[in-house]
């Protein structure tokens, strides 16, 4: 069976065309203009040839006068199709024959970003080589080096690092390469980036976000290296969140196990008096609540409003949740 881009391909090549009783018709006016001119179908043929890593293809399509950089329905073109799926060879022919490496697709995204973000070391020392823009940032803000970083491809991060890649940008999300790599609970790859973010160590909003990842991420090792790396254990996002909040929100016992071994406050709390244990209790996570109250959390602190985590416990019906509350001296 043909795979769809052959398929697709092959209607492009044949669109406009009446068939009736096997003959193609002259088309209508319409239908001519509808049609891909023979170069853009040489075009389409190239980019294809290069996701394959069919060199002859590739040569084939560009000797016929097939635009080098010409790309796909995404804007995809066949040097970025090549770096993401690591075709070297194919990479190499390319960038001879003129291939742009700074193109982007519609998303923004580039051919560095797509060799980075699928580990290929060569790849990306051929397009740094080619001077492919190390900072470019994708539609979403988003970095070859944050691709290269929540993909856990450590190589590739030292490698554009040592190329000038910026580890403090962010993405729309306000998330840096260290963020990703969090996210993605690699923290081999966060190791390079913490050595290169030595401000971080004294950046409360960056230590919250990368620990929100890493949180999110539910890998104590990220989380270790992290803290291991300096970044303070009760930096306070924006919202006053700390990651202990978020741990106890999200049911991590592991988790909240490393934070707490690590010099979490326990009863550190938001602007609006929200507290670990008040976020465990309300989300029903009762063995978050018990390594919280082990670890000295105020049972029967109030939010502004006079919630308490009794409250939380009770008004979302976690039972069991409550009785541990009531236990540990928790009033109404």
Known sequence: M????????????????LVAGGCAT??????AAARPSPRASLGLRLVLAAKAGRVDGVQGSLSRGANVNAGDASGRTALMWAAG????????LLLRSGADAGIRERDGGTALMWAAGSGHTEAVSLLLAARAEVNAQARDGSTALMWAAGNGH???VSALLQAGAN????????????????AGAHPDAARP????????RGNER???VALAWAVGSGDPATVLAL???GVNVNAQAADGSTALLWAAACGRPDVVRTLLSAGANVNLRRPDGLSPLMHAAGAGKSEVVRLLLAAGADVNARQGNGTTALAWATQHRHAEVAAVLKQAGAKN
């Open 193 to 200: 980036l913490l050595e290169a973010s030595a401000a971080l």
């Open 2 to 17: 043909k795979n769809a881009e052959s398929m697709f391909v092959g209607v492009a090549l044949t669109a406009g065309l």
């Open 206 to 208: 960056e230590s919250a």
């Open 85 to 92: 799926k690591g075709h070297i060879e194919v990479l190499r």
């Open 167 to 182: 580890p403090r940008l962010e993405d729309k999300d306000g998330a840096t390469a260290l963020a990703w790599a969090a």
């Open 227 to 229: 803290l291991l790396a």
């Open 26 to 31: 002259n088309p209508s006016p319409a239908q």
């Open 154 to 156: 450590v190589d590739v």
